[in-house]
C-alpha cells in the first residue's frame, strides 16, 4: 500500500488493487447504510408482494413504455418513487466517501435494475400483479435521478467536513535550559562587596620630658 494513492498491482495475480483515500472505507457510514438498506428493501417486499383483491387486470406488458395510457399520475410518481432511496443507500452501503462518480453511478444502476427486475418476477406470481417492462424502467429511473442529484452533494459535504482542520490543544512539556536554570542562581547570589581596608595611622611616640 502506498502513500500517495496510488494503484499498486498485486504480484502473484497482477490485478490493480485500489490504495489511498478513494479506497478508504468508513465502518460507521456502511453500517448506516446496510441498516438504512435493509429497512427500505423490507417495506417494498411487503409493498410488491401483497396480494391486491381486483376483480380483473390488465394483460402483461413487455413493451417500454405502452401502460402510461392506462396509468394515473399517482401510479406513475409511486413507480419512480419505489426504489428512488436506493440511488444514495447503495452508495453509503459502501462507505466509501471519496469514491468516483462514475463507478459508483454504474453500480448503483446495475444494482437496482437486478434488484427492480427480481422484484417484477416475484410480483408477477402474486395475485393481482401482472409483468409491467414500465415498473422496472420507472424504477430504475428513480434510482437513477435521485442518486445524480444527492450523491455528488453529499460527497462533497462529507470530505470537506473531515478534511476541515481541528484546533487540538497540545501539551508540550518544557525542558529547562542550562543557561535558565543557572540565571536565577546567578540573580540570587549577592554581590561580593569589596573589602574596606583602613588607612595605617602613623606610630604614636611617648612622649618624653624636655629635660635629659
Same mark, same amino acid.
Given at each position: 500500500?502506498?502513500?500517495?494513492?496510488?494503484?499498486?498491482?498485486?504480484?502473484?495475480?497482477?490485478?490493480?488493487?485500489?490504495?489511498?483515500?478513494?479506497?478508504?472505507?468508513?465502518?460507521?457510514?456502511? @453500517? %448506516?447504510? #446496510?441498516?438504512?438498506?435493509?429497512?427500505?428493501?423490507?417495506?417494498?417486499?411487503? &409493498?410488491? =408482494?401483497? /396480494? $391486491?383483491? *381486483?376483480?380483473?387486470?390488465?394483460?402483461?406488458?413487455?413493451?417500454? @413504455? %405502452?401502460? #402510461?395510457?392506462?396509468?394515473?399520475?399517482?401510479?406513475?410518481?409511486?413507480?419512480? &418513487?419505489? =426504489?428512488? /432511496? $436506493?440511488? *444514495?443507500?447503495?452508495?453509503?452501503?459502501?462507505?466509501?466517501?471519496?469514491?468516483?462518480? #462514475?463507478?459508483?453511478?454504474?453500480?448503483?444502476?446495475?444494482?437496482?435494475?437486478? &434488484?427492480?427486475?427480481?422484484?417484477?418476477?416475484?410480483?408477477?406470481?402474486?395475485?393481482?400483479?401482472?409483468?409491467?417492462?414500465?415498473?422496472?424502467?420507472?424504477?430504475?429511473?428513480?434510482?437513477?435521478?435521485?442518486?445524480?442529484?444527492?450523491?455528488?452533494?453529499?460527497?462533497?459535504?462529507?470530505?470537506?467536513?473531515?478534511?476541515?482542520?481541528?484546533?487540538?490543544?497540545?501539551?508540550?512539556?518544557?525542558?529547562?535550559?542550562?543557561?535558565?536554570?543557572?540565571?536565577?542562581?546567578?540573580?540570587?547570589?549577592?554581590?561580593?562587596?569589596?573589602?574596606?581596608?583602613?588607612?595605617?595611622?602613623?606610630?604614636?611616640?611617648?612622649?618624653?620630658?624636655?629635660?635629659?
Amino acid at each position: 500500500m502506498q502513500r500517495d494513492g496510488t494503484r499498486t498491482r498485486d504480484g502473484r495475480s497482477g490485478a490493480r488493487t485500489e490504495t489511498g483515500p478513494a479506497a478508504a472505507v468508513h465502518h460507521s457510514l456502511r @453500517l %448506516a447504510g #446496510l441498516a438504512g438498506l435493509a429497512l427500505h428493501l423490507t417495506l417494498v417486499l411487503w &409493498l410488491v =408482494l401483497r /396480494p $391486491l383483491p *381486483v376483480a380483473w387486470v390488465y394483460d402483461a406488458n413487455l413493451t417500454p @413504455l %405502452a401502460s #402510461l395510457r392506462s396509468s394515473t399520475t399517482w401510479q406513475v410518481v409511486g413507480e419512480f &418513487l419505489l =426504489l428512488a /432511496p $436506493l440511488g *444514495v443507500l447503495l452508495p453509503l452501503a459502501g462507505g466509501r466517501v471519496r469514491a468516483p462518480w #462514475l463507478p459508483s453511478f454504474l453500480r448503483t444502476t446495475g444494482v437496482s435494475a437486478l &434488484l427492480a427486475t427480481g422484484l417484477e418476477f416475484l410480483s408477477s406470481w402474486t395475485p393481482g400483479h401482472v409483468l409491467n417492462v414500465d415498473h422496472i424502467l420507472f424504477a430504475v429511473l428513480g434510482v437513477v435521478i435521485t442518486h445524480l442529484a444527492l450523491v455528488p452533494g453529499l460527497r462533497h459535504l462529507l470530505r470537506a467536513h473531515r478534511t476541515e482542520p481541528r484546533a487540538t490543544r497540545v501539551s508540550v512539556p518544557t525542558v529547562p535550559s542550562v543557561a535558565a536554570a543557572i540565571a536565577p542562581a546567578v540573580a540570587v547570589a549577592p554581590a561580593a562587596r569589596p573589602r574596606a581596608y583602613a588607612e595605617p595611622t602613623p606610630p604614636t611616640r611617648p612622649l618624653t620630658s624636655g629635660r635629659s
